[in-house]
T-cell receptor, first 114, second 115 residues
Framework: GAVVSQHPSWVICKSGTSVKIECRSL??????MFWYRQFPKQSLMLMAT?????????EQGVEKDKFLINHASLTLSTLTVTSAHPEDSSFYIC??????????FGPGTRLTVL | AQSVSQHNHHVILSEAASLELGCNYS??????LFWYVQYPGQHLQLLLK??????LVKGIKGFEAEFIKSKFSFNLRKPSVQWSDTAEYFC?????????????FGKGTKLSVKP
């Protein structure tokens, strides 16, 4: 199956700093990528939909100025958590949608904000 | 708002026992249905999906799921589980005609299989 990678797999940062997470589709092109957030013992919550070459579509309640998404190419989307705070600590997962409309998920990034 | 409900938070079975994980969704329109599995330390993987046609869908590793439209359900089954099936299972729904086919996930069911 198609492979999606995320980098880094985990990151620890100080409060107030910004963190960038990369999501790459390794063997297919993805015009659409999705960013999810998963809290412990909870489901994946869609944060935003990232379209190559256009602005991301954010779900209700997600601050677009705090979670900056850039989908610069058909194989790369980035999520930047700006001015991170401890409440932003979470597991962030991306997925990439193939031409068959199936979503393939990355391994996730564990963010811990001190 | 559309939602997906998974009835069991944690299921514990012995090897060779039969498995059925419940999934119900709330949406009156046409949907695509998915079951994903997340093994410990690994990323989400697709087990099976239903788009149309035969409501009994067979997936990988001996799993199957049945779409019952009248019950808004898509329960996952396996006749005989193995220790290696220990994982977290997520049901997800994609709304046809919904915004870009976003997936709506259930909260997940953790399956522990005792050897």
């Amino acid at each position: 199956g198609a492979v999606v990678s995320q980098h880094p797999s985990w990151v620890i940062c100080k409060s107030g700093t910004s963190v960038k997470i990369e999501c790459r589709s390794l063997d297919f092109q993805a015009t659409t990528m999705f960013w999810y957030r998963q809290f412990p013992k909870q489901s994946l919550m869609l944060m935003a939909t990232s379209n190559e070459g256009s602005k991301a579509t954010y779900e209700q309640g997600v601050e677009k100025d705090k979670f900056l998404i850039n989908h610069a190419s058909l194989t790369l989307s980035t999520l930047t958590v700006t001015s991170a705070h401890p409440e932003d600590s979470s597991f962030y997962i991306c997925s990439a949608r193939s031409s068959s409309r199936e979503q393939f998920f990355g391994p996730g990034t564990r963010l811990t904000v001190l | 708002a559309q939602s997906v409900s998974q009835h069991n938070h944690h299921v514990i079975l012995s090897e060779a026992a039969s498995l059925e994980l419940g999934c119900n969704y709330s949406y009156g329109g046409t949907v695509n249905l998915f079951w994903y599995v997340q093994y410990p330390g690994q990323h989400l993987q697709l087990l099976l999906k239903y788009f149309s046609g035969d409501p009994l869908v067979k997936g990988i590793k001996g799993f199957e799921a049945e779409f019952i439209k009248s019950k808004f359900s898509f329960n996952l089954r396996k006749p005989s589980v193995q220790w290696s099936d220990t994982a977290e299972y997520f049901c997800a729904v994609s709304l046809i005609g919904g915004s870009q086919g976003n997936l709506i996930f259930g909260k997940g069911t953790k399956l522990s299989v005792k050897p």
